[in-house]
T-cell receptor, first 110, second 115 residues
Framework: DAKTTQPPSMDCAEGRAANLPCNHSTISGNEYVYWYRQIHSQGPQYIIHGLKNNETNEMASLIITEDRKSSTLILPHATLRDTAVYYCIVRLNRDDKIIFGKGTRLHILP | EAGVVQSPRYKIIEKKQPVAFWCNPISGHNTLYWYRQNLGQGPELLIRYENEEAVDDSQLPKDRFSAERLKGVDSTLKIQPAELGDSAVYLC?????????????FGPGTRLTVT
């Protein structure tokens, strides 16, 4: 079973920041938080991951709370192409199995 | 760099018929995965290969599913016979394990409909 809880769907206006929450209250000290997204009719795509510190790359930012029980994925300027299902996953490392939940369906509104 | 290639993209078969899916991973990626994704759900791992060896097939229904990766490159996933409940998208992914490897790269999937 997935070890994360995400809202089933969210809306965001185009050009605004999309903030996707994830709860992972049972995360262990050596588990990372990973985010993937799946655009319609495509396979999942890696976005970002982190352990304790906040992370940023060209796609998104990841904010992890100090107690590590929750995190937020931030898409700073959402576009229509960001419409997708976003999966929050906890795993030990790149070699660990990815267990997907149902994710959050993000709708970007024009 | 070409991505993970899967074929066919769509397949419709009647129940009890056999079906096969093909995957060509990204060049140089020694790890290959097959996932199944049911409607409205996230993907679930069926099998993982390291080169030609299946290192995790615990979720593969072995009574009707089989997979092979004979030369450690392309892979085939087969279902025989197919059942109505096998209708799903079958995803292939690959990864280069060594050298600070990046994440898994997924193909577009094969959408199977069993009637």
């Amino acid at each position: 079973d997935a070890k994360t809880t995400q809202p089933p769907s969210m809306d965001c206006a185009e050009g605004r920041a999309a903030n996707l929450p994830c709860n992972h209250s049972t995360i262990s000290g050596n588990e990372y938080v990973y985010w993937y997204r799946q655009i319609h009719s495509q396979g999942p795509q890696y976005i970002i991951h982190g352990l304790k510190n906040n992370e940023t790359n060209e796609m998104a930012s990841l904010i992890i709370t100090e107690d590590r029980k929750s995190s937020t994925l931030i898409l700073p300027h959402a576009t229509l192409r960001d419409t997708a299902v976003y999966y929050c996953i906890v795993r030990l490392n790149r070699d660990d199995k990815i267990i997907f939940g149902k994710g959050t369906r993000l709708h970007i509104l024009p | 760099e070409a991505g993970v290639v899967q074929s066919p993209r769509y397949k419709i078969i009647e129940k009890k018929q056999p079906v096969a899916f093909w995957c060509n991973p990204i060049s140089g990626h020694n790890t290959l995965y097959w996932y199944r994704q049911n409607l409205g759900q996230g993907p679930e791992l069926l099998i993982r290969y390291e080169n030609e060896e299946a290192v995790d097939d615990s979720q593969l229904p072995k009574d009707r599913f089989s997979a092979e990766r004979l030369k450690g490159v392309d892979s085939t996933l087969k279902i025989q016979p197919a059942e109505l409940g096998d209708s799903a998208v079958y995803l292939c992914a690959s990864r280069r394990t060594s050298g600070g490897a990046p994440e898994q790269y997924f193909g577009p999937g094969t959408r199977l409909t069993v009637t």
